[in-house]
């Protein structure tokens, strides 16, 4: 008997986002969430189209010929770590979650992180 059930080994099937994936799921959304470029997590509701068309002006605003992937699978949003949508994900990496940003906090995000 253990306590706190410290001695238990975690099952292959138990997953980030507390579903039942497969290994081969979880390995998936895992390589997609590598991908470079810009992308809008959420599951299509209003706020998420808001961050969505922000996004838009401010790469076109910069002059940045980047395409946007909108993510509405919350199995893949769930594999960035997001538990609060809409979030930005800039080259891989969560910038933001759980807002709707404005065209210049996204144009001041996107400089921060494309200069690095």
């Not at 996004?55 to 002059?63: C, D, K, N």
């Not at 199995?75 to 800039?90: C, F, H, Q, R, S």
């Amino acid at each position: 008997m253990s306590l706190f059930g410290l001695g238990k080994k975690k099952s292959e099937k138990e997953c980030c986002c507390g579903a039942d994936c497969t290994p081969e799921e979880m390995k998936r959304a895992e390589m997609e969430k590598d991908g470079q470029g810009v992308k809008i997590l959420g599951g299509g509701c209003d706020k998420c189209n808001q961050l969505e068309s922000a996004t838009i002006q401010a790469l076109s605003e910069l002059g940045m010929d980047t395409a946007i992937d909108h993510v509405r699978d919350f199995e893949k949003i769930a594999a960035y770590g997001v538990m609060t949508t809409p979030a930005l994900v800039v080259d891989g990496k969560v910038v933001s979650y759980g807002k709707v940003l404005k065209k210049d906090e996204v144009i001041d995000i996107l400089k921060k992180e494309r200069q690095k």
